[in-house]
């Protein structure tokens, strides 16, 4: 079974201290890891798909990374408009959109 | 940006009627999902749908809930009998055949 486990719970920052997520995973034979930003009441808003070890992606003040046993969301000099909740997840095997989640990181920034 | 619309936002019933929530996934895409969330707790999966019919399903998605396409555009789940505990954030989601899973901004199901 595919499971996903993400630390810390929540997380409080300044605006513009740097910090990371965590996100750590099994899965059988992983087919993706995604990370999705998630606001009150909303739907999970997509942020990065990561396939394979190794790999990175950027997008404006975030930065994904991947092992093969977990995976990072570096912010860098975050706003409080970043404040999320901030959601990984995988898919394995043969079920592409089939994502097991976890628990998310409860980010708050404070100006 | 394409996106994944449901309706309604906010859906509330009596505990043992049927509801229906509707989705409409992103126009290009061939797979199609539903997942929901309990207040507080993760985003689980329910089901996947793909060329007309149920790829693969979750222990929750037991015989009170079913999917349908009714025709090219919609996709449904359909609760046939609520309970207390059906109470939670229902996203439909669509996706091609690898990169995104994209939702849409969920419907809240209240059952009374």
């Known amino acids: 079974e595919d499971q996903v486990t993400q630390s810390p719970e929540a997380l409080r920052l300044q605006e513009g201290e740097s910090s990371s997520l965590n996100c750590s995973y099994t899965?059988?034979?992983?087919?993706?890891l995604f990370w999705y930003r998630q606001d009150p009441g909303k739907g999970p808003e997509f942020l990065f798909t990561l396939y394979s070890a190794g790999e990175e992606k950027e997008k404006e003040r975030l930065k994904a990374t991947l092992t093969k046993k977990e995976s990072f969301l570096h912010i860098t000099a975050p706003k409080p408009e970043d404040s999320a909740t901030y959601l990984c997840?995988?898919?394995?095997?043969?079920?592409?959109?089939?994502?097991?989640f976890g628990q998310g990181t409860i980010l708050t920034v404070h100006p | 940006e394409p996106e994944v619309t449901q309706t309604p936002s906010h859906q509330v019933t009596q505990m043992g009627q049927e509801v229906i929530l509707r989705c409409v996934p992103i126009?290009?895409?061939?797979?199609f999902y539903w997942y929901r969330q309990i207040l507080g707790q993760k985003v689980e999966f329910l089901v996947s749908?793909?060329?007309?019919?149920?790829?693969?399903k979750s222990e929750i998605f037991d015989d009170q809930f079913s999917v349908e396409r009714p025709d090219g555009s919609n996709f449904t789940l359909k609760i046939r009998s609520t309970k207390l505990e059906d109470s939670a954030m229902y996203f439909c989601?669509?996706?091609?055949?690898?990169?995104?899973?994209?939702f849409g901004a969920g419907t809240r199901l209240s059952v009374l």
């Open positions: 126009s290009n895409h061939l797979y």
């Open positions: 899965v059988s034979g992983l087919r993706g």
């Open positions: 749908f793909y060329n007309n019919e149920i790829s693969e």
């Open positions: 997840a995988v898919s394995g095997g043969t079920s592409y959109g089939k994502l097991t």
């Open positions: 989601a669509s996706s091609e055949s690898s990169g995104r899973v994209y």
